[in-house]
């Protein structure tokens, strides 16, 4: 069933309907025009851009180009939106192949049938270099399966279709979601990136939505998940691939609430049970999702996350003949601020933590850290140019030899926006 439910595509925009303004999510100036272009401009020092350890650390100085092209159109039931970036970083100390080259495209259809029924389709795809934009929208960087960052164009895709239904009595909502990422890592041969990480990931999730007063609304929830690995390349040892190819059960229940129109949170708890297909093995791990958004100025906001669950890996060694490491099981924290300084001043400082323990192999019961902060600060120097500057700090500590590095980013640059 696995292997036929691999070859379903998405197939997502389409669309729909004529006339004035359903635009979800939008902000006004978003509203006001259906489409936008940008261009940032960037100076940058970066110690150790290929994230290796100690001595094998390389330094660079460079420059970042990154155009950028919005487009959202709205309809009386129908939203539309697309928008496309691409980077070029160019690395003085490189003497060949010196410019890496990215792309980010990313759509969104949202239709509302009637005031009962909604549609939401998504899709993102992205070919990059860097961990943190490899792993799939809204998650943490180790949901990319490295926490290293990987020359080539590396492929990562993911598509979500969600479909939301208010029940009889009126308080009752079921949401039905499919959502997909693909990975393929250009990277080939024994021991490669593809041996460890290209996939296909799918997931069913099922939740019901219980209104127990205005502010709260109640969540019963099931998915099952999928991981099958699609490389012929050789693990470790003899092994293959598609020996971590797993399926997951989870169950869980939870809370939305929003404690003042400024102040939201919410909360999944639960257990998710995962059965390896080829070597027999079986797991229990927790399962737990919490968010907390405050908007306590103006231009300001805090937002807080965790996440438990299991994670792929690039860590695949195993003992001899004996199993290769399979997964990880994963706890991820992230925190963001945005903040408005002054009228035309802005900060903000990104933080993500995670820790993750490997299942078998030779990293069995072994353990890795990884920090991730980011500092920015904005100046308006008009409504259509702005200054900026920023710092980013890298750190993985692993249990495993010469894995673990650190990293220090520094950038100036200029963005105009139109």
């Not at 993102?124 to 998650?139: D, H, R």
């Not at 997909?180 to 996939?199: C, H, I, V």
């Amino acid at each position: 069933m696995k292997k036929i439910i691999t070859s379903v595509s998405l197939v997502a925009l389409g669309a729909a309907s004529v006339q004035a303004a359903y635009a979800p999510g939008l902000s006004s100036a978003e509203r006001q025009k259906p489409w936008s272009v940008s261009a940032t401009l960037r100076g940058f020092y970066d110690d150790n851009y290929v994230t290796l350890w100690r001595d094998k650390k390389r330094e660079s100085f460079g420059f970042e180009v990154s155009p950028s092209f919005a487009l959202n159109l709205t309809r009386d039931q129908t939203y539309v939106g697309l928008n496309y970036t691409y980077g070029m970083k160019f690395f003085e100390d490189r003497s060949k192949s010196r410019a890496d080259h990215s792309h980010q495209a990313n759509a969104k259809l949202s239709h509302a049938f009637t005031p009962r029924y909604k549609l939401d389709v998504s899709d993102s795809f992205v070919v990059a270099q860097e961990p943190e934009i490899l792993a799939p929208p809204g998650m943490a960087t180790v949901t990319a399966g490295s926490p290293l960052r990987t020359d080539g164009n590396n492929i990562r895709n993911s598509a979500k279709v969600t479909l939301g239904a208010w029940l009889m009595p009126d308080d009752l909502q079921a949401v039905a979601e499919y959502s997909n990422n693909m990975f393929d890592f250009e990277q080939t041969g024994k021991q490669s990136k593809s041996a460890f990480l290209d996939r296909v990931e799918h997931q069913f999730s099922l939740n019901m939505r219980w209104t127990l007063v205005p502010e709260t609304v109640g969540v019963l929830g099931y998915q099952y998940g999928i991981i099958d690995y699609t490389s012929k390349d050789e693990l470790a040892n003899k092994h293959t691939p598609d020996e971590r190819d797993n399926t997951s059960h989870y169950v869980f229940v939870g809370a939305d609430h929003q404690f003042t129109k400024q102040l939201n949170a919410l909360a999944r708890v639960g257990l998710q049970y995962t059965e390896y297909d080829t070597v027999n093995k079986s797991s229990v791990n927790p399962y737990a999702e919490g968010n907390i958004t405050w908007t306590y100025n103006p231009g300001s906001s805090i937002n807080l996350g965790l996440r438990h669950s299991r994670s792929q890996t690039d860590v695949a060694d195993s003992i001899g003949t004996g199993t290769p490491t399979l997964d990880a099981e994963t706890t991820a924290a992230f925190v963001s601020l945005n903040h408005k300084i002054a009228s035309k001043l802005n900060g903000s400082i990104l933080g993500q933590f995670s820790q993750s323990a490997f299942e078998l192999g030779k990293a069995d019961n072994l353990a890795e850290n990884m920090l991730l902060v980011g500092v920015n600060l904005s100046y308006e120097i008009n409504k259509f140019l702005s200054a900026e500057a920023g710092y980013n700090f890298d750190r993985l500590d692993s249990d495993l030899d010469q894995r673990s590095f650190t990293r220090n980013r520094v950038y100036v640059g200029i963005r105009g926006s139109y």
